[in-house]
């Protein structure tokens, strides 16, 4: 089959099409043939040498894809061969074929195109199990997410305000803060001329923000926790800006606040499953009945990985990045 592989840590350019073995399926294991995958950022961040794959895992990247089922695994019972599918992966998206857990995969959403399937697993996981689970957010809550046109942004917007909860973001210009708030924000703040901190206490009437979502970190970190109110919680995905700051610990304890983190491509395929079932239960009825869905950037063929990763690092882009595969 053909893939592409990360020929040696650096910049998209190491990033090359090569032959590989169709990979063959262990028990409880489907294969996918891949008709698209997603470009995310942990992609490239592993193709810089930044995040390795778990064990097991290929070492080819690629997080999420959509195609159709052609082999099963022992214990396999949920699909057969055939079924259409879109799904979380452990690695090895950017091919022609990918292996998964059979609960990690699920079925493609009315009306919505395999380039658009391809772009839901991974920012969908990520969102409810963080946002959701771990933040606990809830009808009536205020959420702050930054980075709101990013695939997880556009993610989190559209899920917060589906249920219930008031949205507000930030986003790195007027096109994208106008596309924000399309989606559902009630507020969107352009970081590069305001200050979120004092948009998030004249919005809140000074009481802040009950959930923030942060891929940023950095000097973001103590900014999030003056922004926090009561009870708050902070979430952290990612650290674009650094894993290291500054912290007054005195106004967690005074205010309550929770600080806490999650990644998802480590944990367990349990863990995964529950997400998946989740997600099956409160979500996919959404984005069947077509109140949600994905929100799609560009699209590049397999052999055009490096221009895709070269396009996800711009951060220009407003939505989901995907990898077509003839």
Same mark, same amino acid.
């Given at each position: 089959m053909r893939a592409i592989e990360i020929t040696k840590p650096g910049g998209p350019e190491v990033l090359a099409l090569c032959e590989r073995p169709v990979p063959s399926c262990g028990a409880e294991e489907i294969l996918i043939k891949v008709e698209a995958a997603g470009v995310n950022r942990p992609d490239a961040l592993q193709r810089a040498g930044a995040y390795d794959p778990p064990k097991g895992a290929s070492d080819l990247p690629g997080l999420e894809a959509a195609g159709e089922v052609v082999a099963i695994g022992a214990g396999v019972s949920r699909w057969q061969v055939g079924d259409k599918v879109c799904a979380l992966l452990p690695g090895g998206g950017y091919a022609e074929y990918a292996t998964t857990h059979q609960d990690h995969a699920l079925p493609i959403p009315n009306g919505l195109s395999m380039v658009e399937a391809a772009a839901l697993c991974e920012t969908y996981f990520t969102v409810w199990s963080t946002v959701f689970m771990r933040g606990r957010l809830k009808a009536g809550e205020t959420f702050l997410v930054h980075g709101g046109s990013s695939g997880i942004g556009t993610t989190a917007i559209q899920l917060a305000k589906a249920f219930g909860a008031r949205v507000f973001t930030t986003a790195g210009s007027d096109e994208k803060c106008a596309l924000c708030e399309q989606l559902g924000a009630e507020a969107a703040i352009n970081y590069k001329t305001q200050d979120f901190g004092k948009e998030v206490a004249r919005l809140t009437g000074g009481k802040g923000v009950d959930l923030i979502l942060d891929m940023v970190g950095g000097a973001y970190i103590p900014r999030n926790i003056r922004a /926090?109110?009561?009870?708050?919680?902070? =979430?952290?995905?990612?650290? /674009?800006?650094?894993?290291?700051?500054? /912290?007054?610990?005195?106004?967690? #304890?005074?205010?309550? /606040?929770? =600080?806490?983190?999650?990644?998802?491509?480590?944990?367990?395929?349990?863990?995964?499953?529950?997400?998946?079932?989740?997600?099956?239960?409160? =979500?996919?009825?959404?984005?069947?009945?077509?109140?949600?869905?994905? =929100? #799609?950037?560009?699209?590049?063929?397999?052999?055009?990985?490096?221009?895709?990763h070269a396009r996800i690092e711009s951060s220009g882009h407003m939505g989901k990045i995907v990898l077509t595969i003839d």
């Open positions: /926090l109110a009561l009870d708050g919680r902070l =979430v952290m995905i990612a650290f /674009l800006g650094g894993p290291k700051a500054e /912290l007054n610990f005195a106004q967690i #304890m005074v205010k309550r /606040l929770e =600080v806490t983190g999650a990644t998802l491509r480590p944990q367990s395929d349990q863990a995964k499953a529950e997400i998946a079932e989740a997600l099956r239960q409160h =979500v996919w009825p959404l984005i069947d009945s077509g109140r949600i869905g994905p =929100v #799609m950037d560009q699209s590049f063929p397999l052999a055009e990985a490096g221009a895709a």
